[in-house]
């Protein structure tokens, strides 16, 4: 919660849309875990752990803040390419890669488990499915979308869950 508070205290783009667009990205990124957890369908077949605290409908309410997240920082990676079907995609790759690293910590922290203790292909697939449509939303909101901080954060956060993989992981 804390780097949601950091990086929205060095948003610039504050307007009518901004707020639109987060909602949209907590709330589509959620509504898929909904549907993940409860359908397998999009993710495969999973459920959520104790570890990540208060659930709505099965799913952990940080999840949601967790897209944004994603979407907000990989979308500052490739805010100055012009072709937002190009941005979204390279924004939906860089979340997919990004869920390839967490994906093992996450299991061994009990965030979440999968069915025999698999991560099926149709996870990252999802991913990328679920990432590309909420970046095309990000990339086509007219708010200014330079945030100084969000790449700082979002390397932050590959470290941590790399530097996570060597650790927890291996044991």
């Known amino acids: 919660m804390s780097s949601l508070i950091l990086l929205l205290l060095f948003h610039r783009g504050w307007n009518d849309a901004f707020p639109i667009v987060a909602a949209a990205a907590f709330w589509i990124g959620f509504g898929a875990e909904i549907i993940g957890i409860h359908t397998g369908y999009l993710f495969g077949d999973y459920v959520y752990g104790p570890t990540l605290g208060p659930k709505l409908w099965e799913v952990p309410i940080v999840i949601g803040v967790n897209w944004f997240l994603l979407i907000y920082t990989t979308g500052e990676v490739f805010r100055k390419i ?79 869950f790399t530097i996570l993989n060597f650790t927890v992981t291996s044991s």
């Open 82 to 160: 012009s072709n937002d079907y190009y941005a979204a995609f390279l924004g939906a790759c860089a979340m997919t890669a990004i869920d390839y690293i967490i994906e093992p910590v996450a299991v061994a922290l009990d965030f979440w488990f999968w069915k025999n203790e698999l991560i099926p292909w149709t996870n990252y697939l999802g991913w990328f499915g679920v990432s590309f449509f909420i970046h095309l939303i990000y990339r086509k909101a007219n708010f200014e979308k330079a945030n100084p901080l969000a790449v700082w954060l979002l390397m932050t956060l590959i470290l941590f």
